[in-house]
């Protein structure tokens, strides 16, 4: 394979366009650097100028082929490649766009060259260093950065196509665990909030005529039958496991907790020097401000068999006592009662609020039959599980992919090799 060496700002065009007074549509559909995570989109901000005034940093123009790169704490990831945007797409002067010009070198290779691990760790590293008040890149720090790559165009299409199949089999994942999340929310509301469980013979509860009584406590009818208690009736908080010091064990952080869907990220190695410790099927939530504002919760599914895990003192873990509960424990975590709840009693300064586990243990709740519980476990506990192995699967992807990155640019693995280490991640998981 014939090598070229190439400098991007010899090939690439940087902040090529910008829109201003005389050239800005009426309608942006505007992505801020937040907003995008290694090419995944979370969401847009629909802005029309004759309704509100555009975000000063609402400036830079994108093509198709445009990539993005945040200039902010190049670690955080920020970046993507933008296939067939819509005119009216618009992005942050805190990002760099870069659009190829050399019609020898193709836009998505460039893009998974850049946007390798060792140069992203490079450029965090100038960050860190820059005198500024945060840790950022200037556009020269992309501009200068040198590649050898494959001379053949034809080659370097093909070594995106496999990366590319990577991150689509990845956001496939991802989008199935999004609608597998959405079923069991739906199904926890309509047995849990609305009360329309399948009764004696499968109707649903309430709506079928079934019997509510009206409790002070909680101030709403509740199924007749039901008992009022608390948390604690249900979870142990905090719950005691051994842990011995300086063992090398699972840790997870505040990033490892997801505000949407339920599976935490990737578990990291450390040596255990205290915290909340926790195992398989447990549910940690954030208990600070304002990681508990933004819901951040997540299911611990990625651990050893009986294997203990461990995390910040941030977190407060919740357990079944009779039974496994995880699914029920995630979707009560994320309900609305049960926020603002822990939200209304946390204590402390106003920038370090906490929420105390005692606090939780007293959470007022209807309890439902426990054949009623045991029979939604194992419902929505499915859907769980398709999840975890979703999460599982994308991890070894995302393993793979970055380990295929500089291989597959220097020539050290070959893309029918590439290939066929996908396929065996697949099959796996069929």
Not at 98 to 116: G, H, M, P, W
């Given at each position: 394979m014939q090598i070229r060496r190439i400098v991007i700002g010899n090939i690439c065009e940087l902040n090529s366009e910008t829109i201003g007074s005389s050239n800005s549509p009426e309608i942006i559909r505007y992505l801020d650097t937040s907003s995008i995570t290694k090419n995944k989109i979370e969401c847009f901000q629909l802005l029309d100028s004759r309704q509100t005034l555009f975000p000063c940093r609402a400036k830079r123009k994108v093509k198709n082929g445009t990539i993005i790169y945040s200039t902010v704490r190049p670690n955080?990831?920020?970046?993507?490649?933008?296939?067939?945007?819509?005119?009216?797409?618009?992005?942050?002067?805190?990002?760099?766009?870069?659009?190829?010009?050399?019609?020898?070198?193709?836009?998505?290779?460039?893009?998974?060259?850049?946007?390798?691990?060792?140069?992203?760790?490079?450029?965090?590293?100038?960050?860190?260093?820059?005198?500024?008040?945060?840790?950022?890149?200037?556009?020269?720090?992309?501009?200068?950065?040198?590649?050898?790559?494959?001379?053949?165009?034809a080659v370097q299409r093909r070594i995106a196509s496999v990366l590319s199949s990577l991150d689509s089999k990845i956001d496939l994942n991802n989008r199935i665990n999004v609608e597998l999340e959405a079923m069991a929310k739906t199904l926890y509301d309509y047995w849990f909030v609305q009360f329309d469980f399948p009764d004696e013979n499968g109707n649903p509860y309430k709506s079928s005529g079934g019997k509510m009584v009206w409790n002070e406590e909680l101030k709403r009818e509740i199924p007749g039958g039901w008992e009022v208690g608390t948390a604690s009736d249900f979870f142990a908080l905090n719950p005691g496991l051994s842990l011995k010091k300086g063992s090398l064990s699972s840790y997870i952080d505040m990033n490892a907790l997801p505000t949407a869907g339920f599976m935490t990220k990737e578990v990291q190695l450390k040596e255990y020097n205290g915290g909340v410790k926790f195992q398989n099927d447990d549910l940690v939530i954030a208990r600070i401000t304002p990681c508990l504002e933004n819901g951040k919760t997540g299911l611990i599914t990625l651990l050893k068999e009986n294997e203990t895990g461990f995390g910040s003192t941030e977190f407060i873990v919740l357990r079944g006592r009779k039974m496994k509960l995880s699914s029920f424990a995630a979707l009560l975590s994320r309900s609305e009662l049960f926020r603002k709840y822990a939200i209304a009693n946390m204590t402390g300064t106003s920038g370090r609020k906490r929420v105390d586990a005692s606090a939780l243990e007293i959470f007022p709740m209807a309890i439902p039959p426990e054949e009623l519980l045991m029979k939604f476990e194992e419902t929505v506990g499915t859907f769980f599980k398709k999840t975890t192995l979703n999460t599982t699967e994308n991890q070894r992807l995302s393993n793979l992919r970055d380990w295929l990155l500089p291989m597959l640019m220097n020539g050290q693995v070959k893309v029918g090799e590439a290939i066929e280490q996908i396929l065996n991640i697949a099959a796996e998981h069929v």
């Open positions: 955080l990831e920020h970046f993507g490649y933008l296939v067939n945007p819509e005119d009216n797409l618009i992005v942050s002067t805190g990002f760099l766009t870069i659009d190829v010009i050399d019609k020898d070198i193709d836009s998505e290779f460039l893009y998974y060259a850049i946007t390798q691990k060792h140069i992203t760790d490079y450029l965090h590293t100038i960050a860190v260093n820059n005198v500024s008040s945060y840790p950022s890149i200037n556009p020269s720090d992309i501009r200068n950065l040198e590649f050898k790559v494959p001379k053949d165009k």
